[in-house]
């Protein structure tokens, strides 16, 4: 069996409530997307503004999604195992 560590959420479900982050988006990188929210609307979403912010948010998702992908290729794996 896989031991699973779940990364901390550094945001709560009310402060995300009240940023209005939609329910898709309430992932553990939820804490990076306010900022970047925020920033988005004070520089009306210009492409060139919020760089860092999105950069840093953009990375938080792929480490969740290689942390997830990891997940999934030690549970197959084990449970290839296990059927040998």
Known sequence: ???????????T???MADAAIPLRYRDYCA???VPLNK??????YLP??????RHAYEKCQYDDF???S?????IRQDNTDASK
Do not use: F, G
């Open 13 to 15: 479900a009310q402060e």
């Open 31 to 33: 804490h990076m997307l």
């Open 70 to 74: 990891r997940l999934v290729s030690q």
């Open 39 to 44: 920033c988005r609307h004070r520089s009306m």
């Open 1 to 11: 069996m896989v031991e699973v560590q779940e990364p901390e959420m550094k945001i």
């Open 66 to 68: 290689m942390r997830r």
């Open 48 to 53: 060139w503004k919020c760089v860092d912010e």
